[in-house]
């Protein structure tokens, strides 16, 4: 089963920039939609972003023109580039894979803080 490897997180001023990555243990099969998630403090876990192996993208409205999720076929690899950070974007970030049953085993995730 595929597992994911989340980095790139840190502590970042608002309106700065970070980029994640998600690296994949294997091939990401080209069923799966791929999407970046992230979990609050006190809250639900959400999804933000998801794009298909046709490169067709996804965004939550409380991301979109902020946030760009990209993949790399060739590493196994899906990217978060987030600019125009807020301090309402800290959060733990993880990726996953849907394969029209279900999700992989969540990772570790990577911690986002957005402070001044």
């Known amino acids: 089963q595929v597992q994911f490897v989340e980095s790139g997180g840190g502590l970042v001023q608002p309106g700065g920039a970070l980029r994640l990555t998600c690296q994949a243990s294997?091939?990401?099969?080209?069923?799966?939609?791929m999407g970046w998630y992230r979990q609050a403090s006190g809250k639900q876990r959400e999804r933000i972003a998801t794009?298909?192996?046709?490169?067709?993208?996804d965004y939550a409205n409380s991301v979109k023109g902020r946030f760009t999720i990209s993949r790399d076929s060739a590493k196994n690899t899906v990217y978060l580039q987030m600019d125009s950070l807020k301090p309402e974007d800290t959060a733990v970030y993880y990726c996953?894979?849907?394969?029209?049953?279900?999700?992989?085993?969540w990772g570790q995730g990577t911690q986002v803080t957005v402070s001044s």
């Open positions: 294997r091939s990401i099969p080209s069923s799966f939609i």
């Open positions: 794009i298909t192996d046709g490169d067709r993208t």
């Open positions: 996953n894979g849907w394969d029209g049953k279900g999700l992989a085993p």
